[in-house]
């Protein structure tokens, strides 16, 4: 295993292997210091060799792989394929390899559902270089033999433990048999159980594993708060913390419904507000992430469809008003600010019931999630629930070596 390093931060991108033309396009589009991932997986890459990548959501593992991708296909020549579990992860990735390649002459290809065949059939006749494709659209266009991947060089795996972990198994499967032996494998992600690792690496050759930081670290600069709170109270202590914050801010529930409800509510408080999920249509979860991202919504109401994948600079406010319904979600979700060295803020909503939940968190993350009291309109109805000691089911997480951890 390797361990994070900063030596070649100070002198930016020099000295990692990347060709002098890579080295001015980044210059030109002002990515001066490379991050741990990027200083630590770059020049293995670059080698060709297979290797897995760790590290925190939003410390830049799409130039990470993307670099070297542009790199060594100007070398061996044949293809790049990046797989990926959401249609935006995919296009906010193509859009870096278009930022990055376009000077080079790189034709990519988006092959995503939600959008017509044929602009993707289009893309492909134009031979591309690198292939951005979520499984299920990719495993389509297999079929229909639109496409084959013999001339494919390089694969990456982006979000691997939710490729692998949350029901795409056997659609990976299918790719990678699809795949020639003779390839490079790269998988990148913010958590990585260990027998999720052990699955991936037997497709593998070698791998490296680049760990900048165990897996289910959270950013540093993402301050964490908790409310313990009755679900009949939730959307009433939702408005007074959009009173306090008044930046753009991304609410997360746990279902499609809940996130009409919720952002409804926040359309009828005065607050332009908008909603991504799995019963919106593409173009409509484009024009809501545009919306956010321009400001003409402050409020951005998702479910976990947007816990990865969702880059956007100077989100103030994370707000889980559900639990995810697993505690690397919950590092996702944070991971949506404090994005590039910013600072932000993560608040959770937690009913009394939800201690074994909240536990677990903590357990991964290895941090106290500090509990804050409610606003005293709401704790005259609830004080108890916000009182540790009267939560006997709760026991906060205790690092192992501190006295009296059981």
Same mark, same amino acid.
């Given at each position: 295993?390797?361990?994070?390093?900063?030596?070649?931060?100070?002198?930016?991108?020099?000295?990692?292997?990347?060709?002098?033309?890579?080295?001015?396009?980044?210059?030109?589009?002002?990515?001066k210091t490379p991050t741990p991932i990027q200083t630590q997986a770059i020049p293995?890459?670059?080698?060709?060799?297979?290797?897995?990548?760790?590290?925190?959501?939003?410390?830049?593992?799409?130039?990470?792989?993307?670099?070297?991708?542009?790199?060594?296909?100007?070398?061996?020549?044949?293809?790049?394929?990046?797989?990926?579990?959401?249609?935006?992860?995919?296009?906010?990735?193509?859009?870096?390899?278009?930022?990055?390649?376009?000077?080079?002459?790189?034709?990519?290809?988006?092959?995503?559902?939600?959008?017509?065949?044929? &602009?993707?059939?289009?893309?492909?006749?134009?031979?591309?270089?690198?292939?951005?494709?979520?499984?299920?659209?990719?495993?389509?266009?297999?079929?229909?033999?639109?496409?084959?991947?013999? $001339?494919?060089?390089?694969?990456?795996?982006?979000?691997?433990?939710?490729?692998?972990?949350?029901?795409?198994?056997?659609?990976?499967?299918?790719?990678?048999? $699809?795949?020639?032996?003779?390839?490079?494998?790269?998988?990148?992600?913010?958590?990585?159980?260990?027998?999720?690792?052990?699955?991936?690496?037997?497709?593998?050759?070698?791998?490296?594993?680049?760990?900048?930081? &165990?897996?289910?670290?959270?950013?540093?600069?993402?301050?964490?708060?908790?409310?313990?709170?009755?679900?009949?109270?939730?959307l009433v202590l939702l408005e007074k913390?959009?009173?306090?914050?008044?930046?753009?801010?991304?609410?997360?529930?746990?279902?499609?419904?809940?996130?009409?409800?919720?952002?409804?509510?926040?359309?009828?408080?005065?607050?332009?507000?908008?909603?991504?999920?799995?019963?919106?249509?593409?173009?409509?979860?484009?024009?809501?992430?545009?919306?956010?991202?321009?400001?003409?919504?402050?409020?951005?109401?998702?479910?976990?469809?947007?816990?990865?994948?969702?880059?956007?600079?100077?989100?103030?406010?994370?707000?889980?008003?559900?639990?995810?319904?697993?505690?690397?979600?919950?590092?996702?979700?944070?991971?949506?600010?404090?994005?590039?060295?910013?600072?932000?803020?993560?608040?959770?909503?937690?009913?009394?019931?939800?201690?074994?939940?909240?536990?677990?968190?903590?357990?991964?993350?290895?941090?106290?999630? *500090?509990?804050?009291?409610?606003?005293?309109?709401?704790?005259?109805?609830?004080?108890?629930?916000?009182? &540790?000691?009267?939560? *006997?089911?709760?026991? &906060?997480?205790?690092?192992?070596?501190?006295?009296?951890?059981?």
């Amino acid at each position: 295993m390797m361990s994070s390093s900063n030596e070649n931060s100070s002198a930016g991108f020099y000295g990692l292997g990347i060709a002098p033309t890579l080295l001015e396009i980044l210059a030109r589009h002002r990515f001066k210091t490379p991050t741990p991932i990027q200083t630590q997986a770059i020049p293995l890459a670059i080698q060709g060799k297979d290797l897995v990548g760790i590290a925190q959501t939003g410390t830049g593992k799409t130039l990470a792989f993307g670099i070297p991708i542009i790199q060594r296909l100007a070398q061996i020549k044949g293809q790049g394929l990046v797989i990926l579990p959401t249609r935006e992860l995919a296009l906010q990735v193509e859009e870096v390899f278009h930022r990055v390649g376009r000077g080079l002459g790189l034709r990519t290809a988006v092959l995503i559902g939600g959008l017509s065949f044929k &602009p993707q059939l289009q893309a492909l006749s134009q031979k591309p270089h690198v292939i951005v494709a979520t499984p299920g659209r990719l495993i389509d266009h297999l079929r229909q033999k639109n496409l084959r991947l013999d $001339a494919v060089r390089i694969v990456v795996l982006d979000e691997a433990d939710r490729m692998l972990d949350m029901g795409f198994m056997p659609q990976i499967q299918k790719i990678l048999q $699809a795949l020639p032996k003779d390839r490079q494998t790269m998988l990148f992600s913010a958590t990585m159980p260990p027998e999720i690792m052990k699955l991936a690496s037997s497709h593998m050759k070698l791998p490296i594993r680049v760990e900048i930081a &165990p897996a289910g670290t959270t950013v540093e600069q993402v301050t964490q708060e908790l409310f313990v709170v009755k679900k009949e109270q939730k959307l009433v202590l939702l408005e007074k913390l959009l009173e306090a914050y008044q930046g753009p801010a991304l609410v997360f529930a746990r279902t499609k419904y809940g996130a009409e409800k919720v952002m409804r509510y926040i359309r009828n408080l005065g607050i332009k507000a908008a909603d991504i999920h799995s019963n919106r249509s593409l173009p409509q979860r484009r024009e809501a992430l545009a919306g956010f991202k321009s400001g003409k919504y402050r409020v951005l109401v998702a479910t976990d469809i947007a816990s990865r994948g969702l880059d956007v600079i100077g989100i103030e406010l994370v707000l889980n008003f559900d639990l995810p319904s697993t505690s690397e979600d919950y590092v996702h979700r944070i991971g949506r600010t404090a994005r590039a060295g910013a600072k932000g803020h993560a608040i959770t909503f937690a009913m009394p019931d939800e201690g074994r939940e909240i536990r677990a968190i903590e357990n991964l993350t290895k941090k106290v999630l *500090p509990i804050s009291k409610l606003p005293e309109s709401l704790a005259r109805t609830g004080s108890e629930f916000i009182k &540790p000691a009267a939560r *006997p089911y709760y026991r &906060p997480y205790r690092h192992p070596r501190r006295r009296g951890y059981r």
